[in-house]
């Protein structure tokens, strides 16, 4: 019996280390744009870039446990209104070509296609898992429509559990 008693702290540290690192995903509004995402912890207030074709451009990121969640929000403000699905799928893999570089990507799995969100039909998404040259991994999940492109990404040495990461990565909202 003095035998299991010792054990029983044994297992409560255990347990708390499995299951103290469980993050809570809380929704946050994305600024004033009616756009939102899912994010395990505060991600502060988005900071506002303009891009060089003069779209607006929505940055945030929050780290929770050695691990990043990041997401960029890309407006387009009408000018994408007569594009159809697979223009848009394109200029989604193009987008997230271009930030392979400013992510210094050096390896990629390849890009999965035709995943779709219940809350906005028109929308379509495109996953990929990344890796740089310092072994950083990434998964990476954009979604777009015809409004707005939204990019997510999960960055760290060893990344979390894949429920987290969908959480993450299917956790964007379109505007309604």
Not at 35 to 56: C, I, N, R, T, W
Not at 122 to 142: C, F, M, P, R, S
């Amino acid at each position: 019996m003095k035998k299991l008693f010792w054990m029983i702290p044994f297992f409560v540290v255990i347990a708390s280390q499995i299951f103290g690192q469980v993050p809570h995903f809380s929704k946050y509004q994305i600024s004033e744009t009616g756009y939102s995402s899912y994010f395990p912890a505060d991600p502060g207030k988005f900071e506002v870039q303009k891009s060089e074709d003069d779209l607006l451009l929505y940055l945030g990121e929050t780290e929770v446990q050695s691990c990043k969640y990041g997401l960029i929000l890309v407006l387009f403000e009408d000018k994408l209104a007569g594009s159809s699905k697979e223009e848009l799928q394109d200029l989604l893999i193009s987008y997230m070509d271009h930030l392979k570089t400013s992510f210094e990507i050096t390896g990629s799995a390849g890009y999965g296609k035709g995943h779709t969100l219940d809350s906005n039909p028109d929308a379509q998404g495109v996953i990929d898992y990344w890796e740089n040259a310092a072994g950083l991994q990434y998964a990476v999940k954009g979604w777009i429509d015809k409004n707005a492109l939204g990019f997510l990404y999960v960055s760290a040495k060893e990344l979390p559990n894949i429920n987290y990461q969908n959480l993450f990565l299917n956790g964007f909202r379109f505007k309604e």
